[in-house]
């Protein structure tokens, strides 16, 4: 499998993880957050998520990632020009809002 396909169990889980609106319980890291004050919105870090997470969105003027959907994983980190993201140990709960545009858009990743 190619590192841009996405198995049918991973796509599914996400699937779970919007309707649940919830995080996979395995995950033992934190989720990341974007500093908007200090965001450029370049996209890198959207364009970097895996997309079996796909937890980066653009909402509106900012980029956002929501945190159930976030693995901790680093990829967005890596490829930040101004190292706006960082770990969100104190993260809260998407609201409704943002998450009827993620179900919007859940038949692709972000």
């Given at each position: 499998m190619s590192r841009n396909t996405v198995s049918p169990a991973?796509?599914?889980a996400?699937?779970?993880r919007i309707e649940n609106q919830s995080r996979h319980d395995g995950w033992k890291k934190p989720p990341r957050r974007i500093e908007r004050s200090e965001c450029i919105t370049c996209d890198s870090c959207l364009r970097s998520c895996p997309p079996e997470?796909?937890?980066i969105f653009d909402n509106g003027l900012d980029v956002v990632?929501?945190?159930e959907l976030c693995s901790g994983c680093p990829a967005c980190v890596v490829v930040c020009p101004v190292d706006c993201i960082y770990v969100d140990e104190d993260w809260s709960p998407t609201g409704p809002d943002?998450?009827?545009y993620v179900e919007l858009t859940a038949g692709?990743?972000?």
């Amino acid at each position: 499998m190619s590192r841009n396909t996405v198995s049918p169990a991973a796509v599914k889980a996400r699937s779970e993880r919007i309707e649940n609106q919830s995080r996979h319980d395995g995950w033992k890291k934190p989720p990341r957050r974007i500093e908007r004050s200090e965001c450029i919105t370049c996209d890198s870090c959207l364009r970097s998520c895996p997309p079996e997470f796909g937890a980066i969105f653009d909402n509106g003027l900012d980029v956002v990632i929501v945190p159930e959907l976030c693995s901790g994983c680093p990829a967005c980190v890596v490829v930040c020009p101004v190292d706006c993201i960082y770990v969100d140990e104190d993260w809260s709960p998407t609201g409704p809002d943002l998450w009827s545009y993620v179900e919007l858009t859940a038949g692709r990743p972000a």
